[in-house]
């Protein structure tokens, strides 16, 4: 069992260049999320989803664009890199519902140069 | 706006005590509270989940304890081991969302 796949694990970018990060479950969880972390700034919501077709906005959602085509894949763009989107990103999955247990993939170290 | 505050920011004790891991968040609407830990360079890795409904859960030798009308959780570690070193976090769920505290790393010393 999988649970939740990010990859790449590490990205270098030019400022202005756009890209993918991948995240896939296998757990058939309807809810799946993507965070960043920053030193001093914590774990923060960027995007998220609660099924197929079906994306929000989180805390912190510009630059960033998401779509979710199906129950396994929550892709991750970057439209148009900045130096302010180098950070980790997670990736993370759960039932639906308001009380199930949330998992986290390994993450993606992004810098933006 | 929920607020997830975790004290000590850091904690080094010497191997075999045990030790206790304080969470405090401002908004009592919550549905559960996550424990995570998190290596250094890796994911976050569950630990252990308590319902808004539930005071406690246990896992091996950690125990969570929430106390939702007074907006804290600890995280009790009992017999502390080198490997047990990590960052760790709690997070809130609201609604549609998990709010982080900024961790505690914790060292274990042999």
């Known amino acids: 069992n999988a649970g939740v796949t990010q990859t790449p694990k590490f990205q270098v970018l030019k400022t202005g260049q756009s890209m993918t990060l991948q995240c896939a479950q296998d757990?058939?969880?309807?809810?799946m999320s993507w965070y960043r972390q920053d030193p001093g700034m914590g774990l923060r919501l960027i995007h998220y989803s609660v099924g197929a077709g079906i994306t929000d906005q989180g805390e912190v959602p510009n630059g960033y664009n998401v779509s979710r085509s199906t129950t396994e894949d929550f892709p991750l763009r970057l439209l148009s890199a900045a130096p302010s989107q180098t950070s980790v990103y997670f990736c993370?999955?759960?039932?639906?519902?308001?009380?199930?247990?949330?998992?986290f993939g390994q993450g993606t170290r992004l810098t933006v140069v | 706006k929920q607020e997830v505050t975790q004290i000590p920011a850091a904690l080094s004790v010497p191997e075999g005590e045990n030790l206790v891991l304080n969470c405090s968040f401002t908004?009592?609407?919550?549905?559960?509270l996550q424990w995570f830990r998190q290596d250094p360079g890796k994911g976050l890795t569950s630990l252990l989940l308590?319902?808004?409904?539930?005071r406690e859960q246990t896992s091996g030798r950690l125990n969570a304890s929430l106390d939702k009308s007074s907006g804290r959780s600890t995280l009790y570690i009992a017999a502390s081991q080198p490997g047990d070193s990590a960052t760790y976090l709690c997070?809130?769920?609201?609604?549609?969302?998990?709010?982080f505290g900024q961790g505690t790393r914790l060292t274990i010393n042999p």
């Open positions: 908004d009592s609407a919550i549905y559960n």
């Open positions: 757990m058939n969880h309807e809810y």
């Open positions: 993370a999955s759960s039932f639906g519902g308001m009380n199930t247990e949330a998992f």
């Open positions: 997070a809130v769920r609201g609604a549609q969302k998990l709010v």
């Open positions: 308590i319902q808004s409904s539930q």
